[in-house]
C-alpha cells in the first residue's frame, strides 16, 4: 500500500467521523407546530385584549396550548388549566381536559417530555402536572417574582393562581424546572425563548424551527391578531411600548407574517386545517 493511500484511508478512518458529528451537531431538526384547543370563552371584551378597544365589543376567544413534535420529543408551549376554581369564575363552553384534549392529536399525557411555560397566568400554566414526565422552562425572573415579591402586595399577582405556584415550587424542589436566562435563549435544538412585552413579569415567546420556517409562538404577548394588524398592544401589560417592540420583533423572526401565532384569537382554527377536533396544523 503507498503511503499517499495509506495517508487517505487515515484521514477517511480519523477525520470522516468527526465531520459527521459535526454535521449531526450543526443540522437543526424540524418540528411540526399544532394548536390545541381545550375551550371557549364566551363574550370576552375585546377592550381586554386590544388597547383602547371599543367597550362593547364582545368575543368568542379559544383556550389554547401548542404541541410541536420533532427531535425524538413531544413538547407543549403553555398546558391549559384543569382546577376546579377556575370554573366558579369563568363559563368555559366546550371544554376539554388539556391532558384529553392533547390525545385528539395522537399521544398520551405521559408522552410530553417538556412544557415551555410562557407565562404564570392560569389559563397556561395550570395545567402543567397533568402531563407526568414533562420537563418545564420557564423564565428565571418570572419564577423567582411570582414565588416570592409578587404576593407582597395586593395588586401584583393578578391572574396567578396559588395552586400553580405551589406545584411548580414543587417541581423545582423535584429538580424538573429549568430557567430561562433571559432573551433570545435556545433551550432545546431548534426551540428559542424571547422575552415578552411585560405580559406578566417576565412573560416569553418561542420560536420553533419547522418545515416551512420559524414559527412564533407568540401566547399573551400578541391576544389577538388584531392586535398585530392594527399595530396595538396588548390590553394586559406591564409596558405597552416593550409590548409593541416584542411584537415586531417577532415580525423579525417569523419566516411568513402568518408564522405569528397569537394568543387567545380562534382565526388559528380558520387560517390553519383543522387535521382533528379542535387540532389546528400550523406547520
Ligand atoms: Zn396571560
Ligand atoms: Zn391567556
Known sequence: ?????????????????????????????????????????????VAGLVAGADKTRHMDIAMVFWLLQG?????????????????????????QKPS?????????????????ITHMHWDHADGFDLFPKAHIWIQRDEYTYYTGEAWHHPR???????????????????GNVSFVEGDDQPILPGITCYIGGKHTWQSQYVTVHA?????????????????????????????????LAAQDRMRTLASRPEF???????????????????????D
Not at 221 to 233: A, C, R, S
Not at 267 to 282: D, E, L, Q, T
Request: charged share 20%; proline share 7%.
Open 211 to 243: 418545515k416551512d420556517g420559524t414559527v412564533v409562538l407568540a401566547s399573551d404577548n400578541v391576544y389577538l391578531y388584531e392586535n398585530l394588524d392594527k399595530h396595538v398592544p396588548i390590553a394586559a401589560t406591564l409596558d405597552s411600548q416593550s409590548n
Open 260 to 282: 405569528i401565532i397569537p394568543g387567545h384569537d380562534p382565526a388559528i382554527f380558520s387560517r390553519f386545517p383543522v387535521v382533528a377536533p379542535g387540532v389546528a396544523k400550523i
Open 1 to 45: 500500500m503507498s503511503r499517499t493511500t495509506i495517508c487517505s484511508l487515515l484521514a477517511v478512518v480519523f477525520f470522516l467521523p468527526a465531520c459527521l458529528a459535526a454535521t449531526a451537531q450543526t443540522a437543526t431538526p424540524v418540528y411540526s407546530v399544532e394548536a390545541i384547543r381545550y375551550g371557549t370563552i364566551k363574550d370576552f371584551p
Open 71 to 95: 427531535d425524538g420529543r413531544n413538547i407543549l408551549v403553555d398546558s391549559g388549566f384543569y382546577r376546579p376554581q377556575f370554573f366558579r369564575d369563568w363559563k368555559v363552553a366546550g371544554y
Open 100 to 116: 384529553d384534549a392533547l390525545r385528539s392529536a395522537g399521544l398520551q399525557p405521559e408522552d410530553i417530555t417538556d412544557i415551555v
Open 156 to 174: 401584583t399577582h393578578g391572574g396567578i393562581d396559588p395552586d400553580d405556584v405551589e406545584a411548580i415550587v414543587k417541581a423545582n424542589i423535584a
